[in-house]
C-alpha cells in the first residue's frame, strides 16, 4: 500500500510540474517560441540573401531591380537584427546599392531642373533642384550607414589592419 501511496504522490508532482510548463508556455504569450522561430526565419533570410540573392542581381543587367531589391528588402532583413546578429555584412551592399538608387534619382532631378530652366519655367526648375536636394540627403544617409555597417563588420580602416577575407563576396564587399 505504501508503494502505490508513493507512486500516487510522484505522478500528481509529475503532472503538476507538467501543468505548470504548459502553463508558462501558455502565459508567456509564444514568445519564446515566436523569437525561436524569428531568429532561424533572420539566420536563413541572411544567408540566402548573401549566397543567392545579390550575386543573382550582380549577375543582371537589370539595374532597376537592383534598386528595388535594395529598398525593398533592407528595412526586412535589417529587422531581423533584433532578433539574431547584426546583417553587417549584407547591410553594406544594401545600402550602397539603394544609396546609388537615391544617387541616380538626384541626376535624374536635375536633368529636369536644367530642362524645366532651358523652358523658362523656373518654378519646376526651383522644384526640381529640391528634389535634387533631398535625394542627394538621402543618399548620403544610406552611404553613411553603409559605412557604419562596414566599420562594424570589418573594423575601422583608420584604426586596424586589413581584415582577412574568407571567400569573393567578403573580398568584393569589404
Not at 544567408?47 to 533592407?74: I, K, Q, W
Amino acid at each position: 500500500m505504501k508503494d502505490f501511496r508513493t507512486s500516487l504522490a510522484c505522478g500528481k508532482r509529475l503532472r503538476g510540474f507538467a501543468a505548470a510548463v504548459a502553463a508558462s508556455v501558455a502565459l508567456s504569450g509564444c514568445g519564446v517560441v515566436n523569437h525561436m522561430i524569428y531568429k532561424t526565419t533572420g539566420d536563413v533570410m541572411q544567408g540566402f540573401s548573401r549566397n543567392h540573392t545579390v550575386p543573382y542581381l550582380m549577375e543582371s543587367e537589370d539595374l532597376a531591380m537592383g534598386c528595388a531589391m535594395s529598398e525593398a528588402t533592407a528595412p526586412l532583413l535589417m529587422s531581423f537584427g533584433r532578433v539574431t546578429s547584426e546583417p553587417d555584412q549584407l547591410a553594406v551592399m544594401l545600402y550602397l546599392s539603394s544609396g546609388s538608387c537615391a544617387e541616380e534619382q538626384a541626376m535624374e532631378h536635375e536633368l529636369a531642373g536644367l530642362a524645366a530652366m532651358h523652358g523658362m519655367d523656373g518654378t519646376a526648375a526651383e522644384d526640381a533642384f529640391i528634389r535634387q536636394k533631398r535625394a542627394h540627403t538621402l543618399a548620403a544617409k544610406r552611404y553613411h550607414r553603409a559605412w557604419q555597417h562596414h566599420n562594424a563588420y570589418y573594423g575601422n580602416p583608420e584604426e586596424t589592419e586589413c581584415p582577412d577575407f574568407d571567400d569573393d563576396m567578403d573580398e568584393f564587399i569589404g
